[in-house]
């Protein structure tokens, strides 16, 4: 079955240091793979996605196939980072996502 | 341009009643996707809709139903409420083309609470 797994539920770092969140997927197929982020008291909204292999507010994610991982980094944390973060996966580009369970990124100052 | 807007806030039910959610989508998109959010964990698709027919379901149960307008705007029902869909329920449109789906949009949601 298709799944999505991000192992930390609350990451919490330091202003200025850097940041990995992991997500693992299981699927056999070829996968759309996307980073959502919900800041406090806003609307969940894309972060970004593998295949415009942009970087976004800093964050840039890499797609493993071989790691069957797509791991969300900034070298330079910032406090408005904090935030919940999904990572989400489209099988075959079908627009139905499966999601996991969320980190919390806590960036202190 | 107007963002998916999502109807009512908070609703609270009991046991055993019926429950109607709306979702307006974005303009220009034909495609509205439902998710149920429990507390503490990602979202989980429902089903999705596109040009007014179903288009996939995730693993939910009959009781979980749907409808798309010709404006594509949506409405989710659930019957027979358990107390387990206390959820915040999350609409999403997106337009489908040739070359497949763009980013999907999501709605504020809808907080359901099943007493």
């Known amino acids: 079955a298709q799944r999505v797994t991000q192992p930390e539920k609350l990451l919490s770092v330091f202003k200025g240091a850097p940041v990995e969140l992991k997500c693992n997927y299981s699927?056999?197929?070829?996968?759309?793979l996307f980073w959502y982020v919900q800041y406090s008291r806003q609307r969940l909204q894309l972060l970004l996605r593998h295949i415009s292999r942009e970087s976004i507010k800093g964050f840039t994610a890499d797609l493993n196939k071989g790691e069957t991982s797509f791991h969300l980094k900034k070298p330079f944390a910032q406090e408005e980072d904090s935030a919940m973060y999904y990572c989400a996966l489209d099988r075959s580009n079908t627009g139905k996502l499966i999601f996991g369970q969320g980190t919390t990124l806590q960036v202190k100052p | 341009e107007t963002g998916v807007t999502q109807s009512p806030t908070h609703l609270i039910k009991t046991r055993g009643q019926q429950v109607t959610l709306r979702c307006s989508s974005q303009?220009?998109?034909?495609?509205v996707s439902w998710y149920q959010q429990a507390l503490g964990q990602g979202p989980q698709f429902i089903f999705q809709y596109y040009r007014e027919e179903e288009n996939g379901r995730g693993n939910f149960p009959p009781r979980f139903s749907g409808l798309q307008f010709p404006n594509y705007s949506s409405e989710l029902n659930v019957n027979a409420l358990e107390l387990d869909d206390s959820a915040l329920y999350l609409c999403?449109?997106?337009?489908?083309?040739?070359?497949?789906?763009?980013?999907?949009?999501f709605g504020p949601g809808t907080r359901l609470t099943v007493l």
């Open positions: 303009s220009g998109h034909n495609t």
């Open positions: 699927y056999s197929g070829s996968p759309e």
């Open positions: 999403a449109s997106s337009s489908r083309t040739s070359g497949g789906y763009n980013e999907q949009f």
